[in-house]
């Protein structure tokens, strides 16, 4: 799995003597947990990132722990987070956090790689596909309103500015990846004004990539192709709905929640995240949560910093790990405890000697 | 108090009773008329292969076959033909065969007009495992209710500056409540162990959250079925790794559409899934969801599977369980046997053998 960031983004520069420094956002449930393994991680291989913690009261209505996040991203360029649970009790005014921080941001593309990985177990075989999901508008504009009790209408918005940036985003990154087909999935059928322009930007920016095949599919067929053939997929760009169904089907096609890693890409921040956002309320503190995803994601995360080989290295040994079936974490059907796959990560770095400065 | 508990008891007992005679009363006795839809292109030759079925199984049903290409009323409204509306006004139950909407036909979707003309408010799709027909997903065996007259779909969308498209999904109270009480209902009737809201309140706050408040109030008359909430995202990521444990799902239009379809995927796709849609007064019209298959159409090739599983779903509705039950069990024998099976499903009979070997077994368990 050679995933270095799809899209060479230029990284923020190494201010303090060749150190990053990265925002850390800790959310709720395993995020906690599982980022603080990153950071014994970090520490163990010596990577020369530090992070500054900024915590998310889920339960606050107050704005200012959003805005200290979002100051400390800006000033970063870089964040790692898990993922921050949305209070239903709270009124709908109430918008959630994880959406905030994408749109204030402009992490406009959510990229999330899916690939079978080698001893895990699943139903379908072979699947390589890439998801490039539009990240600020569509059905998650919060746009909302009661116009009389009882009757409630809510906005979806398509632009044509947001679709071709999306577009071009991802036939770039199919063109710098040697990918040879992007599928456009959406609803135009139905929605024929708003995601009839989304495909409409996506037709237009596919006539600049002559050697890149373009076509669409509707997301109910989709679904349907993604459980039966999943292997005739390649790259798929799709508006923010939908790339939430897809991303999670695709998640599960490959082995669940715990080993896929997303990136949010905007053209000055990057967020690095697990691919399904999930918060794990029920499996939190119990050391059975799956640290892989929050691990790839913070490789990713090194690779945008242009740190490839601290990446490479954490990331060879963590997928040594995963193909270790006695290693499985609960998702995997196994017993494996979070901090024994940790562990095995840290001595399979350890195993293969110590590193100098020419390496890295 | 204990007299307190007797009379929820009885009004429980009464309700069940009571929701079990909503459904139109049983037709043990005498011919059942039902308004027949063949459709467009295979829909003719699979509605004959239905037809044929029930004959052998000697099913009390009496077919009333009708067209439904759209006319213009007076004042310029598209509308179904008067003796369709009539006849299913009627009977208040239809078969229909799938239906092709025409380009630049100047009217909307066949299946919207009936959709509007009869108030078919829900979406039912069972899905269970065919035995024989192997797909990579076992033991699947879930009803996805989907509310079909509003949400995402409400087909109001506005270009506010050029580059700039808003669509409204609309929801309202009343048709949430009407969805979740049919799905706990559904779920009653047909001994259903939970039923699960699918949703995204947590970024459509208002109007998911709305829908999520309507199944929540409904569920509490319903204690004996479970009631439990789970994200879109959450239900598709598990869905892909463990259908076993979803049993009955309730959600809004676009939702429903969408996990519908990739539950059909689980187990062999639309041409092996059974539809129903459930109006208002009463109105029930079963449907396969597939293409009209133009390509393959006059030629015996087609696979009457799916019509043949809701003209079934149409049978349990009507309360004929034991018919329903020999002619379900006739196809799943055939398919299983794989001797004689259409070309989707890996053979190469045509549709009147497949058809015949059916109406053999039928007529064996006679």
């Given at each position: 799995?050679?995933?270095?960031?799809?899209?060479?983004?230029?990284?923020?520069?190494?201010?303090?003597?060749?150190?990053?420094?990265v925002t850390l956002i800790p959310?709720?449930?395993?995020?906690p947990?599982?980022l603080t393994?990153?950071r014994?991680?970090?520490?163990?291989?010596?990577?020369?990132?530090?992070f500054e913690i900024v915590s998310?009261?889920?339960?606050?209505?107050?704005?200012?722990?959003?805005?200290?996040?979002?100051?400390a991203?800006?000033?970063?360029?870089?964040?790692?987070?898990?993922?921050?649970?949305?209070?239903?009790?709270?009124?709908?005014?109430?918008?959630?956090?994880?959406?905030?921080?994408?749109?204030?941001?402009?992490?406009?593309?959510?990229?999330?790689?899916?690939?079978?990985?080698?001893?895990?177990?699943?139903?379908?075989?072979?699947?390589?596909?890439?998801?490039?999901?539009?990240?600020?508008?569509?059905?998650?504009?919060?746009?909302?309103?009661?116009?009389?009790?009882?009757?409630?209408?809510?906005?979806?918005?398509?632009?044509?500015?947001?679709?071709?940036?999306?577009?071009?985003?991802?036939?770039?990154?199919?063109?710098?990846?040697?990918?040879?087909?992007?599928?456009?999935?959406?609803?135009?059928?139905?929605?024929?004004?708003?995601?009839?322009?989304?495909?409409?930007?996506?037709?237009?920016?596919?006539?600049?990539?002559?050697?890149?095949?373009?076509?669409?599919?509707?997301?109910?067929?989709?679904?349907?192709?993604?459980?039966?053939?999943?292997?005739?997929?390649?790259?798929?760009?799709?508006?923010?709905?939908?790339?939430?169904?897809?991303?999670?089907?695709?998640?599960?096609?490959?082995?669940?929640?715990?080993?896929?890693?997303?990136?949010?890409?905007?053209?000055?921040?990057?967020?690095?995240?697990?691919?399904?956002?999930?918060?794990?309320?029920?499996?939190?503190?119990?050391?059975?949560?799956?640290?892989?995803?929050?691990?790839?994601?913070?490789?990713?995360?090194?690779?945008?910093?242009?740190?490839?080989?601290?990446?490479?290295?954490?990331?060879?040994?963590?997928?040594?790990?995963?193909?270790?079936?006695?290693?499985?974490?609960?998702?995997?059907?196994?017993?494996?405890?979070?901090?024994?796959?940790?562990?095995?990560?840290?001595?399979?770095?350890?195993?293969?000697?110590?590193?100098?400065?020419?390496?890295? | 108090?204990?007299?307190?508990?007797?009379?929820?008891?009885?009004?429980?007992?009464?309700?069940?009773?009571?929701?079990?005679?909503?459904?139109?009363?049983?037709?043990?006795?005498?011919?059942?008329?039902?308004?027949?839809?063949?459709?467009?292109?295979?829909?003719?030759?699979?509605?004959?292969?239905?037809?044929?079925?029930?004959?052998?199984?000697?099913?009390?049903?009496?077919?009333?076959?009708?067209?439904?290409?759209?006319?213009?009323?007076?004042?310029?409204?598209?509308?179904?033909?008067?003796?369709?509306?009539?006849?299913?006004?009627?009977?208040?139950?239809?078969?229909?065969?799938?239906?092709?909407?025409?380009?630049?036909?100047?009217?909307?979707?066949?299946?919207?007009?009936?959709?509007?003309?009869?108030?078919?408010?829900?979406?039912?799709?069972?899905?269970?495992?065919?035995?024989?027909?192997?797909?990579?997903?076992?033991?699947?065996?879930?009803?996805?209710?989907?509310?079909?007259?509003?949400?995402?779909?409400?087909?109001?969308?506005?270009?506010?500056?050029?580059?700039?498209?808003?669509?409204?999904?609309?929801?309202?109270?009343?048709?949430?409540?009407?969805?979740?009480?049919?799905?706990?209902?559904?779920?009653?009737?047909?001994?259903?162990?939970?039923?699960?809201?699918?949703?995204?309140?947590?970024?459509?706050?208002?109007?998911?959250?709305?829908?999520?408040?309507?199944?929540?109030?409904?569920?509490?008359?319903?204690?004996?079925?479970?009631?439990?909430?789970?994200?879109?995202?959450?239900?598709?990521?598990?869905?892909?790794?463990?259908?076993?444990?979803?049993?009955?799902?309730?959600?809004?239009?676009?939702?429903?559409?969408?996990?519908?379809?990739?539950?059909?995927?689980?187990?062999?796709?639309?041409?092996?899934?059974?539809?129903?849609?459930?109006?208002?007064?009463?109105?029930?019209?079963?449907?396969?969801?597939?293409?009209?298959?133009?390509?393959?159409?006059?030629?015996?090739?087609?696979?009457?599977?799916?019509?043949?599983?809701?003209?079934?779903?149409?049978?349990?509705?009507?309360?004929?369980?034991?018919?329903?039950?020999?002619?379900?069990?006739?196809?799943?024998?055939?398919?299983?046997?794989?001797?004689?099976?259409?070309?989707?499903?890996?053979?190469?009979?045509?549709?009147?053998?497949?058809?015949?070997?059916?109406?053999?077994?039928?007529?064996?368990?006679?």
């Amino acid at each position: 799995m050679g995933d270095c960031a799809l899209i060479k983004h230029a990284p923020p520069p190494a201010k303090y003597g060749g150190r990053h420094t990265v925002t850390l956002i800790p959310g709720d449930g395993i995020g906690p947990e599982l980022l603080t393994h990153v950071r014994e991680l970090f520490r163990f291989c010596c990577v020369p990132v530090d992070f500054e913690i900024v915590s998310i009261d889920s339960k606050s209505t107050s704005d200012d722990d959003m805005n200290n996040a979002i100051t400390a991203i800006r000033r970063n360029g870089v964040a790692l987070k898990g993922n921050i649970e949305t209070n239903h009790n709270l009124p709908p005014s109430h918008i959630s956090r994880n959406n905030i921080l994408r749109t204030s941001l402009d992490l406009y593309a959510n990229v999330i790689h899916c690939q079978t990985l080698p001893g895990v177990r699943t139903r379908h075989r072979d699947v390589d596909i890439i998801i490039i999901r539009e990240n600020t508008e569509g059905e998650y504009s919060s746009l909302e309103h009661e116009n009389v009790p009882g009757v409630v209408e809510c906005l979806k918005i398509i632009t044509r500015k947001k679709s071709l940036r999306i577009a071009e985003y991802a036939f770039n990154a199919a063109r710098q990846n040697g990918r040879r087909r992007v599928t456009a999935v959406h609803k135009a059928n139905i929605m024929k004004l708003g995601d009839g322009l989304f495909l409409q930007c996506c037709k237009e920016v596919a006539a600049g990539y002559p050697e890149i095949t373009f076509d669409s599919m509707i997301v109910d067929n989709t679904t349907m192709q993604l459980v039966s053939k999943p292997q005739q997929f390649d790259v798929m760009v799709m508006p923010n709905l939908y790339g939430s169904v897809i991303s999670n089907v695709c998640a599960g096609l490959v082995g669940g929640p715990g080993l896929v890693p997303g990136a949010n890409y905007g053209k000055d921040y990057a967020v690095f995240e697990t691919a399904t956002r999930n918060t794990g309320k029920s499996i939190a503190n119990k050391n059975i949560a799956n640290p892989t995803a929050t691990l790839l994601a913070s490789c990713l995360m090194l690779d945008h910093l242009r740190l490839h080989g601290y990446a490479s290295m954490i990331r060879k040994a963590i997928l040594a790990t995963v193909s270790e079936t006695r290693l499985h974490t609960a998702d995997l059907g196994g017993q494996g405890t979070t901090s024994e796959v940790v562990q095995s990560v840290m001595r399979e770095i350890e195993s293969k000697g110590p590193r100098t400065s020419e390496q890295i | 108090m204990a007299g307190n508990a007797w009379r929820s008891t009885v009004s429980r007992v009464v309700g069940a009773m009571k929701s079990q005679a909503s459904h139109p009363r049983t037709f043990s006795r005498g011919l059942q008329t039902v308004t027949l839809i063949p459709g467009d292109g295979i829909g003719p030759e699979i509605s004959t292969a239905v037809m044929k079925i029930f004959e052998a199984a000697k099913a009390p049903i009496q077919w009333e076959e009708r067209n439904v290409t759209a006319i213009k009323g007076p004042g310029g409204k598209w509308m179904i033909p008067t003796e369709a509306k009539d006849s299913m006004d009627k009977s208040k139950i239809g078969l229909k065969g799938p239906l092709k909407t025409p380009i630049a036909a100047g009217h909307p979707s066949m299946n919207l007009l009936l959709r509007k003309t009869f108030d078919l408010y829900a979406n039912v799709r069972p899905c269970v495992s065919i035995e024989g027909y192997k797909t990579p997903y076992t033991d699947v065996d879930l009803v996805t209710i989907r509310e079909n007259t509003e949400g995402e779909y409400s087909g109001i969308e506005h270009v506010i500056v050029d580059g700039v498209v808003q669509s409204i999904k609309l929801i309202t109270e009343e048709a949430s409540q009407r969805i979740a009480e049919y799905a706990f209902e559904y779920a009653r009737n047909n001994q259903r162990a939970s039923v699960t809201a699918v949703h995204k309140a947590n970024i459509m706050r208002m109007s998911d959250g709305l829908f999520l408040r309507k199944c929540r109030e409904v569920a509490e008359n319903f204690k004996d079925i479970k009631f439990t909430e789970m994200y879109l995202d959450t239900v598709c990521l598990n869905m892909v790794q463990d259908p076993t444990q979803f049993d009955v799902l309730v959600m809004p239009n676009l939702y429903g559409d969408i996990l519908s379809d990739l539950c059909a995927g689980l187990i062999g796709g639309l041409g092996v899934t059974p539809s129903g849609n459930i109006g208002a007064n009463g109105v029930a019209i079963f449907e396969s969801v597939h293409g009209t298959a133009p390509d393959i159409a006059g030629k015996d090739l087609a696979n009457p599977t799916a019509l043949l599983l809701s003209a079934v779903m149409m049978l349990r509705h009507m309360g004929l369980h034991g018919q329903a039950k020999k002619i379900e069990t006739a196809c799943f024998d055939t398919i299983r046997d794989k001797k004689v099976l259409t070309k989707d499903l890996g053979g190469n009979s045509k549709c009147s053998e497949f058809t015949g070997e059916i109406c053999r077994r039928v007529q064996d368990m006679e």
